[in-house]
């Protein structure tokens, strides 16, 4: 393991979702048009947690998420911001948690690739990738059916691993 990851991986213990969460809703650009919903903030999370996993061989945060019908939700996240519904999440009134440098730009880099979509595009692109399929089979959960099984980590990095060696 190499200095970096080192110190990445012990500068992330005391990050949790809903921090990486604030940090993509001060991330969008307002100003430019840009939004972001609760199912596009489901989705972005998402990505980040699967990235980081394959590129860094440890979590980002430690919570998960579920093969929900819309695509992986993590249920803590989906309660904070259901109250927005369809709508943009409004810019956090909260003071910020201190990121470290690597780990803000790895969010950027999160950001720039996977926040020109909308969430209804990130939600069909999870449904057909295998982590939230596979969750989906274990739970025996068909179309359109509620599901809570959790979508595993392990899964979730092999998944991204051959997606960035060009396996997937």
Not at 113 to 123: C, N, P, S, V
């Given at each position: 393991?190499?200095?970096?990851n080192?110190?990445?991986?012990?500068?992330?213990?005391?990050?949790?979702?809903v921090?990486?969460a604030?940090?993509?809703?001060?991330?969008?650009?307002?100003?430019?048009g840009?939004?972001?919903?609760?199912?596009?903030l489901?989705?972005?999370?998402?990505?980040?947690?699967?990235y980081?996993?394959?590129?860094?061989?440890c979590?980002?945060?430690k919570?998960?998420?579920q093969?929900?019908?819309?695509?992986?939700?993590?249920?803590?996240?989906?309660?904070?911001?259901k109250?927005?519904?369809?709508?943009?999440?409004?810019?956090?009134?909260?003071?910020p948690k201190?990121?470290?440098?690597?780990?803000?730009?790895?969010?950027?880099?999160?950001?720039d690739t996977?926040?020109?979509?909308?969430?209804?595009y990130?939600?069909s692109?999870?449904?057909?990738?295998d982590p939230w399929?596979i969750?989906?089979?274990?739970?025996?959960?068909?179309d359109?059916?509620?599901?809570?099984?959790i979508?595993?980590?392990?899964?979730?990095?092999?998944f991204?691993?051959?997606?960035i060696n060009?396996?997937s």
């Amino acid at each position: 393991m190499n200095k970096r990851n080192k110190i990445s991986r012990i500068f992330q213990k005391n990050l949790t979702i809903v921090d990486i969460a604030d940090c993509f809703l001060r991330i969008v650009d307002r100003d430019s048009g840009s939004t972001i919903t609760p199912l596009k903030l489901q989705k972005i999370l998402y990505y980040a947690q699967g990235y980081y996993l394959a590129l860094n061989d440890c979590e980002l945060f430690k919570e998960d998420f579920q093969a929900w019908v819309h695509g992986p939700v993590n249920p803590k996240i989906y309660d904070m911001y259901k109250s927005y519904g369809y709508n943009s999440i409004d810019y956090p009134k909260t003071k910020p948690k201190k990121i470290e440098k690597n780990t803000l730009d790895f969010l950027y880099s999160i950001w720039d690739t996977f926040g020109i979509f909308d969430g209804k595009y990130l939600e069909s692109l999870t449904h057909t990738e295998d982590p939230w399929v596979i969750a989906r089979k274990k739970a025996n959960c068909h179309d359109g059916e509620s599901c809570t099984e959790i979508i595993t980590k392990k899964s979730m990095k092999e998944f991204f691993k051959k997606k960035i060696n060009g396996n997937s």
